[in-house]
């Protein structure tokens, strides 16, 4: 079996092209620079090329995609159709990385006294851009490529680019706090984990459909940027809680977007060798050394060391 993976330069490319070389696919790995995925000539000239194309590319600016939908639609919907289309007319299987904020606000929210994660067949309703092109990124792959998986993931993190917890960590040590969103609630996922549920899925031949690759369990941005700083050795109480309004965006975010992991528990309980990723606190105990590995040791334990 032969890997495309596209978007290969960012956080999740990166991650899912590292996991395939670790076990000893094949794996072409292609960053923006490498193909344009609106270039419908060149994504055939390397998809013609592999078996499975991962789609880890997007416009993932949500506050910039308020202000330039157009560009954003490009990259979240029109590229993704050309992929679609191409891989439909080379036999490939097509794995589209989707997102969360293709919903909003589930209904009684994080507060209810069961909240009510959003199921996979649920109807989209994004608020923002970002969310209504990658809806509409999803719904080309579903009408292009008979043979997919759309993978919906949230609150990525991991050790091959920016992400939430490197960022954390670097405001605490550089200016001994930091304010942080109490009110929106969702599921910190390693990108590891993602490329693992991948990998599974397809090696498993599951159905074409929709499959959410994101922690089990939900929390705040607040509540996880406590346990990213107790992680790095500092105070959690330096992490001051703060509101969506106080903080200000320009596009809208999802209050409550965690997601229900049933179809992935369907293909396991048919039998094959596919796990739902694990408890999110679970899941960052054992990934926060090496993802803050890459800042190296912060001041006290720096002071420990010595």
Not at 24 to 47: F, M, S, W
Not at 61 to 73: I, Q
């Amino acid at each position: 079996m032969r890997w495309v993976v596209v978007g290969a330069g960012g956080l999740l490319g990166r991650e899912m092209t590292g996991f395939l070389g670790e076990r000893g696919d094949d794996v072409v790995a292609l960053p923006r620079r490498a193909l344009d995925i609106t270039d419908a000539g060149a994504c055939a000239a390397v998809i013609r090329r592999g078996d499975v194309v991962v789609n880890a590319a997007a416009w993932t600016a949500a506050d910039d995609a308020e202000l330039d939908e157009d560009r954003a639609f490009t990259a979240n919907a029109y590229g993704p159709a050309v992929l679609a289309r191409t891989c439909a007319a080379a036999g490939a299987r097509l794995v589209h990385v989707s997102t969360d904020y293709v919903f909003h606000e589930a209904p009684g929210g994080p507060h209810d006294a069961a909240p009510t994660p959003y199921a996979e067949d649920d109807l989209p309703r994004p608020r923002s851009a970002y969310g209504r092109t990658k809806a509409a990124g999803e719904w080309a792959v579903q009408a292009l490529c008979p043979d997919h998986l759309i993978v919906r993931t949230a609150w990525l993190y991991g050790r091959y680019g920016a992400c939430f917890p490197l960022s954390i960590v670097r405001r605490l040590r550089e200016h001994g706090e930091v304010r942080v969103v109490d009110d929106q609630f969702g599921q910190p996922t390693w990108t590891r984990d993602v490329a693992r549920l991948v990998v599974e899925l397809v090696l498993a031949a599951a159905p074409s459909g929709t499959y959410h690759a994101t922690a089990a369990g939900w929390t705040s941005w607040h509540a996880f940027a406590r346990a990213v700083a107790a992680a790095d050795g500092a105070d959690p109480a330096l992490v001051r809680p703060a509101t969506t309004a106080g903080i200000g965006r320009r596009a809208p975010r999802p209050a409550f977007s965690a997601l229900g992991h049933d179809a992935v528990h369907r293909v396991a309980a048919a039998g094959a060798d596919v796990a739902p990723i694990g408890p999110w606190q679970e899941r960052w105990s054992y990934a926060s050394a090496l993802v803050l590995g890459a800042l190296g040791p912060g001041p006290e334990r720096a002071d420990a060391a010595h």
